[in-house]
T-cell receptor, first 112, second 112 residues
Framework: DAGVIQSPRHEVTEMGQEVTLRCKPI?????LFWYRQTMMRGLELLIY????????DSGMPEDRFSAKMPNASFSTLKIQPSEPRDSAVYFC??????????FGPGTRLTVL | SQQGEEDPQALSIQEGENATMNCSYK?????LQWYRQNSGRGLVHLIL?????REKHSGRLRVTLDTSKKSSSLLITASRAADTASYFC????????????FGTGTQLKVEL
């Protein structure tokens, strides 16, 4: 298995632009998680899905952030419009039930 | 404050020495997990200990869990330079579904 796949690996954009991050979880996993990591705030859970259904989005910062999981093998995290304070590394992770999570390599987002 | 807080925040040891990291949490858990993160990479799962377990081993890793004190420790024996990384504890809360809450991490540096 290729593990959790994220794209792009790096994204540099200007304030106000729309940003879409993509994730392909490990086949057979039924939970998918989006995290954000910064030096100041550490690793924060933004949202997680179970069986493609959003279960907990309490970590989503504000309405500019949205996430979808149209099927078991794909999820997106969208920021519109982006702001410099959104600059961070965004990780996607997947798991089967309440077991270990497998993390993707992350997307390093820089908003200028 | 964080559900899981690691102690110490940073640890520097010589190769061959043992490294001990501690994690404290606040509420009832289903399980506690330890992850490692190398600089610029995603987190990698190390070990999972369930709330009804007290100790678990995996190679050079030993994890203990004391639910009465709401604390866990990770011991890395005979450390190597390649163990240099950040280590995070993560708790799966009772009734929290499949999500994990990550601590702030311990930065371990193993010097030759």
């Amino acid at each position: 298995d290729a593990g959790v796949i994220q794209s792009p690996r790096h994204e540099v954009t200007e304030m106000g632009q729309e940003v879409t991050l993509r994730c392909k979880p490990i086949s057979g996993h039924n939970s998918l998680f989006w995290y954000r990591q910064t030096m100041m705030r550490g690793l924060e859970l933004l949202i997680y899905f179970n069986n493609n259904v959003p279960i907990d989005d309490s970590g989503m910062p504000e309405d500019r952030f949205s996430a979808k999981m149209p099927n078991a093998s794909f999820s997106t995290l969208k920021i519109q419009p982006s702001e410099p304070r959104d600059s961070a590394v965004y990780f996607c992770a997947s798991s089967f039930e309440l077991n270990e999570q497998f993390f993707g390599p992350g997307t390093r987002l820089t908003v200028l | 404050s964080q559900q899981g807080e690691e102690d110490p925040q940073a640890l520097s040891i010589q190769e061959g020495e043992n490294a001990t990291m501690n994690c404290s949490y606040k509420t009832s858990i289903n399980n506690l997990q330890w992850y490692r993160q190398n600089s610029g990479r995603g987190l990698v799962h190390l070990i999972l200990i369930r709330s009804n377990e007290r100790e678990k081993h995996s190679g050079r890793l030993r994890v203990t869990l004391d639910t009465s004190k709401k604390s866990s420790s990770l011991l890395i024996t005979a450390s190597r330079a390649a163990d240099t990384a950040s280590y995070f504890c993560a708790t799966g809360l009772t009734g929290g579904g499949n999500k994990l809450t990550f601590g702030t991490g311990t930065q371990l540096k193993v010097e030759l």
